[in-house]
């Protein structure tokens, strides 16, 4: 037996699956363009935490990228609160993460002094404040 | 002659007590002077050295979180 509450708890749960399912497919359907782009080196991570593009880049690709940047920046905001850090803290974080294991050789990324380069076979030399 | 005999005796005799009063005020005042300068200096070297530390600490701590919230959202990390 379910009383109205529960019924009421139910069908927002069903109605949030199903946005998170809508918003999956609008993802993956629209994230062809940075896989590529990460491919090629124009499109790599930064110390900050945010994707970049390297030059220019069609308005498809920077529609992308910046869909990714402002739901990272809402999956750190909520991480930060979680943990009484500030956003960018997370976000530094985030960007230690990323060049130490996700940006793989040949692939473009951007330190703190906004400069693009090109990954190696050795680590990339990290801001300070990762190595701990 | 007697005159200046006097008046010179009873120089030497002033100076002489002055002396030994005058210097060390002196040395004092210098000494204080001093001290005023070297309290000025430190200043902003300190709060950047805290700055860092914090920030360095705070990521670390976060190092676990960052890592799950990059394996628990594949979508916002292409490969």
Redesign the interface.
């Known amino acids: 037996m379910m009383t109205r509450k529960s019924k009421l708890i139910t069908t927002i749960a069903v109605g949030l699956v199903l946005a998170a399912g809508v918003a ?1 497919i609008a ?2 359907q629209s ?1 062809g363009l ?2 590529a782009a ?1 491919a090629d080196g124009a499109v790599g991570e930064q110390a900050d935490g945010y994707l970049g593009i390297k030059g220019g880049a069609s308005e498809g690709l920077r529609a992308e990228v910046d869909a ?1 940047n402002i ?2 920046r809402a ?2 905001t909520q ?1 930060a609160t ?2 009484g ?1 500030t956003v960018k ?2 976000a ?3 960007g ?3 060049l130490t294991s ?1 940006v ?1 050789e040949g692939r473009a990324y951007q330190l703190l002094d906004g400069i693009w380069r090109v990954k190696g076979a050795g680590p990339i030399a990290l801001p ?3 190595n ?1 | 002659m007697k005159p200046l005999l006097l008046t010179n005796e009873r120089s030497g005799a002033i100076s002489g007590a002055m002396k030994p009063a005058t210097l060390p005020i002196l040395s004092a005042s210098l000494a204080v002077l001093a001290g005023c300068v070297t309290v000025k200096a430190p200043d902003k070297p300190i709060e950047i050295n805290l700055n860092v530390n914090i920030r360095q600490e705070v990521i670390y701590t976060l190092k676990q979180d960052a890592n799950a919230l990059i394996t628990d959202n594949p979508e916002l990390f292409p490969k």
Do not use: F, M, N, P
């Open positions: 999956g993802v993956a994230g940075v896989s990460l990714i739901k990272r999956a750190y991480l979680q943990k850090a803290e997370v530094a974080a985030i230690c993460q990323t996700r793989g300070a404040y990762c701990s």
